[in-house]
């Protein structure tokens, strides 16, 4: 059985930083791609990045780019993401994705975590 657990969340102010962690279990993970998406509250869940777990193109939103960071500790088998220079309208509940196959807008992912809040105060 697969596992995506967040963890991290919590407030911070504007312009501050966070990363959220995603603690992957149940199987070999290394011929899947890995993200994250969010849903801000009244909004459709939107995507935010992705990557291979076993490194390569990364896959960035327009409106992260520059500010957020996906990476991958096999080792630790965690999938983290980096969040600098936050802004208000980043607060949303952030959910770790799994998925067999390759990076296409649009396409399903196989699995989610629970999700973690993340609240950018101004």
């Known amino acids: 059985q697969v596992q995506l657990v967040e963890s991290g969340g919590g407030l911070v102010q504007a312009g501050g930083s966070l990363r959220v962690s995603c603690a992957a279990s149940?199987?070999?993970?290394?011929?899947?791609?890995m993200g994250w998406f969010r849903q801000a509250p009244g909004k459709e869940r939107e995507f935010v990045a992705a990557?291979?777990?076993?490194?390569?193109?990364?896959y960035y939103a327009d409106f992260v780019k520059g500010r957020f960071t996906i990476s991958i500790d096999n080792a630790k088998n965690t999938v983290y993401l980096q969040m600098n220079r936050l802004k208000p309208e980043d607060t949303a509940v952030y959910y770790c994705?799994?998925?067999?196959?390759?990076?296409?807008?649009?396409?399903?992912?196989?699995?989610w975590g629970q999700g973690t809040q993340v609240t950018v105060s101004s």
């Open positions: 990557r291979r777990w076993s490194g390569g193109t990364t």
């Open positions: 994705t799994a998925k067999l196959g390759t990076f296409r807008r649009g396409s399903s992912w196989d699995y």
């Open positions: 149940g199987r070999t993970f290394s011929s899947y791609l």
